[in-house]
């Protein structure tokens, strides 16, 4: 059943893109087949994640069927004389494997081991296909909301202090390094998503299941809903309303995937002012502005934030090592999302909210709904509305009396990750709801 929803959604946006003349999810993830991928490193990443089906000497074949169809696949390219210019060179030997496996299920395999090499092969290539979903989302994004609401929320943002001009200003001095390293970061949180996946998943092919809650989930989930409030809250960042990018270091960039969208684009007259990060922008009464349609409005909430929320939250059930690279990509990836004149402050806090509500609501439904979980995913959702609300509607207020305003956003986040922890600490010792189910008489003997 979930499957049959998935593919009707996934036919949903590929009909909705046809609609502009682009091509949809479906079309973008059949290319990368033979085409240059996008993302070479996803797609060894959605493998990696399939394999957690297989046993080692499964994956030692997978690894090296990859890699061999990649090389030969790179060879025929060469003699052909094709150039990649807009892609990885490799990849596609790992979209290979994962279909092949599906086949391999279907064709040789019955029963429960079936079904179990179906679920990792639909893991790896949600994750894939999950990339190409978001990235039709934002092409919507930007052709159906010609207005943008940036000045509203750089409004709100003098609550906090204009943010993101301040980081911007510390990313620019930090120069070169310091704008690359935080490019890898901003640019694999992905692959960051897989690590912490594949350890939650390391005994699946022992135990020839899944556990109840894992990363994969939390993400996907994410994804699907947040470009869904970029319809509602369209805004751009403020790279792209108020400035012109962090003095061009992208064209230094060190990192092949590096996100050159706004360091240095040219928006054209569509910007209000060339401010962003040396100049803190105006307090004038805010109101609509019109957009170009190319640029994504995809930062209500920060979905990166949301993310990178995601991978501290499951991080904390891993050893030291791992722990320890979920705080550092949480911390990391807050600053470029400000540095990089992404996201306003604002759209942070509003991204956590927005994490923590869906990560209780799903473990809520891993517990059978359980009452604690679902009275904070409702105050989480509470919580994320009054902050759109306020953004909207407040702005002017929220900028007028900082003393008042900023307290009160920073005291909304903080109830909220309070609320989430003790609420999964009450939970944590407590047998889910399903089990608590009175025995059969059989059972009982």
């Known amino acids: 059943m979930a499957g049959v929803a998935v593919l009707g959604f996934l036919l949903a946006m590929e009909i909705a893109a046809r609609r502009y003349g682009l091509p949809g999810p479906l079309t973008n993830q059949a290319r990368e087949v033979v085409f240059a991928p996008k993302s070479g490193f996803l797609l060894y990443a959605g493998m990696a994640l399939m394999m957690t089906v297989l046993t080692w000497r499964q994956r030692a074949v997978a690894v090296a069927a990859a890699v061999g169809i990649d090389v030969v696949i790179a060879a025929g390219r060469w003699a052909l004389g094709i150039q990649v210019s807009d892609g990885h060179p490799f990849g596609n030997g790992a979209l290979w494997v994962i279909l092949g496996t599906a086949v391999v299920a279907v064709t040789r395999r019955t029963g429960g081991e079936r079904v179990l090499l179906l679920k990792g092969v639909g893991l790896g290539l949600l994750l894939v296909t999950g990339r190409k979903t978001g990235d039709t989302w934002l092409l919507l994004t ?3 909301r010609p207005t943008v609401l940036d000045q509203y929320v750089a409004t ?7 943010p993101s001009w301040l980081v911007g200003r510390i990313v620019t001095a930090a120069g070169p390094v310091g704008f690359n390293l935080l490019d890898i970061v901003y640019g694999q949180l992905a692959v960051a998503a897989v690590v912490v996946a594949l350890y939650q998943l390391r005994h699946v092919a022992a135990e020839r299941r899944f556990p109840r809650h894992h990363l994969v989930r939390t993400f996907l989930v994410i994804g699907l809903l947040g470009p869904a409030i970029y319809m509602i809250f369209p805004v751009v960042g403020p790279v792209f309303a108020y400035g012109t990018g962090v003095e061009h270091w992208a064209s230094v960039s060190l990192w092949p995937e590096a996100p050159v969208g706004g360091h240095g684009h040219d928006v054209g007259h569509w910007e209000v002012a060339d401010l962003w990060p040396r100049t803190m922008p105006p307090v004038d009464p805010p109101h609509p502005m019109p957009f170009d349609a ?15 929320v995601a991978i501290f939250i499951h991080s904390r059930s891993g050893p030291r090592v791992l722990r320890f690279a979920g705080a550092f990509w949480l911390v990391a990836t807050l600053t470029a999302t400000l540095g990089f004149g992404y996201h306003y402050g604002v759209d942070l806090i509003a991204g956590v909210v927005f994490t923590l509500t869906v990560e209780a609501t799903l473990r809520s439904f891993d517990r059978g709904w359980d009452r604690r979980g679902l009275r904070f995913a409702a105050y989480g959702a509470t919580v994320f509305t009054a902050l759109l609300v306020s953004y909207r509607w407040l702005p002017s207020e929220m900028a007028r009396y900082p003393w008042v305003s900023a307290p009160l956003l920073l005291l909304a986040l903080a109830s909220a990750v309070y609320g989430y922890v003790r609420t999964q600490q009450q939970t944590v010792q407590d047998p889910p709801l399903r089990s608590r189910q009175p025995l059969q008489p059989e059972a009982r003997r």
């Not at 709100?156 to 204009?162: M, N, P, S």
């Not at 190319?294 to 990178?308: E, G, I, Q, V, Y």
Request: charged content about 15%; proline content about 8%; some cysteine.
């Open 294 to 308: 190319f640029t994504p409005r995809n930062c209500m909430p920060s979905l990166h934030t949301a993310w990178a």
């Open 156 to 162: 709100a943002d003098h609550a906090l202090g204009d």
């Open 142 to 144: 930007s052709k159906t």
